[in-house]
């Protein structure tokens, strides 16, 4: 293999890492806001992303379907929320596990029955070809609209839980929700918002992922759900930055697995790799140090 496979493979890496960041970006913002992983973040996700396609086959604007896809996001993690996970035991964090299962399972059954289980075109028109330079292929329009996307989300991530009163509300509801409550701020409702805002990340997400994959279906979510859950572990589930670079780390992993290894190789990897974290360094590599009481 030379150089210029081996340059175009990592470009290649890095912009199936930003795609993996974008949804583990999402997970991030969850937990952040509610110290959950939503199991029923991809369920979700593709939820919008349907939402998306009919707007688009109706309009010839992916503009208009990326905005109907943010909004219904959005919409979509209220309802969750408060129908579903509003009455999870927060004593028992697996009763919001379950419900989370739960919920992706009657979200795909519902997207099954409506739209069918046959693969749609998600309409985005960004270029998937890399432009070829001295037989390297540099990033494609597709890979540039993800990179864009997904330093967006950082920043506004950051400026929101560094920055803001609404940020600091949202952590104070997830780590400390009776303190939260003597201090007047509304738990039940920043944790609504927190599930609305992680919601429209992952409608982004999953309109810069699936113009990678054939197409969408009502399972189409499944496996980044697992790829970017693993990245967002790789990183440290409460670090923005921590899922970004977590996501780069292993979509270079896998793009070199596919390349050096075997194609079908990158799902064994992804588990590998989270196994990996997990016994070695289960709170992420951007970790805090936790204080000690002597």
């Given at each position: 293999m030379n150089f210029a496979t081996f340059?175009?493979?990592?470009?290649?890496?890095?912009?199936?890492?930003?795609?993996?960041s974008a949804f583990a970006l999402a997970l991030v913002l969850i937990w952040r806001a509610a110290r959950v992983v939503n199991f029923?973040?991809?369920?979700?996700?593709?939820?919008?992303?349907y939402i998306a396609v009919t707007v688009i086959q109706h309009t010839g604007s992916f503009w208009l379907g990326l905005a109907a896809a943010l909004i219904s996001g959005a919409i979509f993690g209220v309802f969750v929320e408060?129908?579903?996970?509003?009455?999870?035991?927060?004593?028992?964090?697996?009763?919001?596990?379950?419900l989370a299962?739960?919920?992706t399972f009657i979200i795909q059954g519902a997207l099954g029955a409506i739209y069918g289980p046959d693969l749609r075109d998600p309409g985005n028109p960004f270029s998937h070809a890399y432009r070829m330079v001295a037989g390297v292929g540099l990033p494609s329009d597709l890979n540039i609209f993800t990179f864009v996307s997904v330093a967006l989300m950082v920043v506004a991530l950051v400026l929101l839980f560094g920055k803001t009163k609404l940020g600091l509300r949202l952590r104070a509801s997830a780590f400390a929700p009776e303190v939260s409550r003597l201090l007047g701020i509304n738990v039940s409702f920043m944790r609504t918002v927190g599930w609305a805002?992680?919601?429209?990340?992952?409608?982004?997400?999953?309109?810069?992922?699936l113009p990678t994959q054939l197409g969408?279906?009502?399972?189409?979510?499944?496996?980044?759900?697992?790829?970017a859950f693993t990245a967002a572990v790789l990183g440290g589930l409460d670090s923005p930055i921590g899922a970004v670079v977590g996501g780069m780390i292993l979509g270079l992993v896998l793009n070199y697995v596919t390349g050096f290894v075997n194609p079908v190789a990158p799902p064994v990897a992804t588990l590998v790799v989270l196994l990996l974290v997990l016994l070695v360094r289960p709170n992420g590599i951007f970790a805090g140090v936790k204080e000690r009481h002597v």
């Open positions: 340059v175009t493979m990592t470009v290649d890496g890095l912009a199936q890492g930003a795609a993996i029923a973040q991809g369920a979700m996700a593709a939820a919008s992303a408060s129908s579903v996970m509003r009455f999870a035991s927060h004593t028992a964090p697996l009763n919001a596990v379950i299962l739960g919920s805002l992680a919601a429209t990340a992952g409608a982004l997400a999953a309109e810069v992922i969408v279906n009502p399972n189409a979510m499944d496996g980044v759900f697992v790829t």
